[in-house]
């Protein structure tokens, strides 16, 4: 079936830098998604990607859809106590089914 | 606009103890329903989706059982509980055109 891979699993980033968190399709997706999943909270939507190479920007949040649309990233800018959380992406696959990845848990240091 | 209720919140069941998880979408009809399954500081897995009433699909081999009695309604069973069942339990609905997953507030079990 469809296997969607994040790395890293976990990061810590320091209050006010920048980081990145990578998603790998293991075949080519009509679109992907990402999710944020606050401590003790449930996985909600931020962005869909549909078009090779497509860039999307969320105010410090950009996503971006690789050329062959088996991969896509999240990049933070000025990282805030706010980002805590574990990034999801997501895949469809199937009858309306989506892989999930297993999530970039992200801790911020003040 | 759709909103998907899930209760209860938490929950802590002694093993060989049966298992109830009820989940309900309000503004849309005939969704995709979904249960998945967190483990603790893990990622996402599919246990079952249905695409209608009756219509049960599952993903792994397990000791739960869904139902779906109703277009809006989806219920996941356990007649007993196991240990490795303790998990974070998410119902979540899917748009048809696979746009974006709705997900409820989950429910924390813990099996004793």
């Known amino acids: 079936g469809q296997q969607v891979m994040q790395i890293p699993q976990y990061q810590h980033v320091q209050e006010g830098e920048d980081f990145t968190t990578y998603c790998n399709s293991s075949?080519?997706?009509?679109?992907i998604q990402w999710y944020k999943q606050r401590p003790g909270g449930h996985p909600v939507f931020l962005i869909q990607l549909v078009k090779s190479g497509e860039v999307k920007k969320q105010k410090r949040l950009t996503f971006q859809f690789g050329e062959a649309k088996k991969n896509s990233s999240l990049h933070i800018t000025a990282t805030q106590t706010t980002d805590v959380g574990t990034y999801f992406c997501a895949g469809p696959y199937g009858n309306n089914r989506l892989a999930f990845g297993k999530g970039n848990q992200v801790v911020v240091i003040p | 606009s759709q909103t998907i209720h899930q209760w209860p919140a938490t929950l802590v069941q002694p093993v060989g103890s049966p298992l109830s998880l009820e989940c309900t979408v309000e503004g849309t009809s005939n969704p995709n329903l979904y249960w998945y399954r967190q483990a603790a500081g893990r990622g996402l897995q599919l246990l079952f989706y249905?695409?209608?009433?009756?219509?049960i699909s599952s993903e792994v081999p397990q000791n739960l059982s869904a139902s779906r009695p109703q277009d809006r309604q989806f219920i996941l069973s356990s007649k007993k509980l196991l240990l490795s069942d303790s998990g974070f339990y998410l119902c979540?609905?899917?748009?048809?055109?696979?746009?974006?997953?709705?997900f409820g507030q989950g429910t924390r079990l813990t099996v004793v």
């Open positions: 249905s695409v209608g009433i009756g219509q």
């Open positions: 075949t080519t997706l009509s679109n």
């Open positions: 979540a609905w899917i748009d048809r055109a696979g746009a974006e997953a709705f």
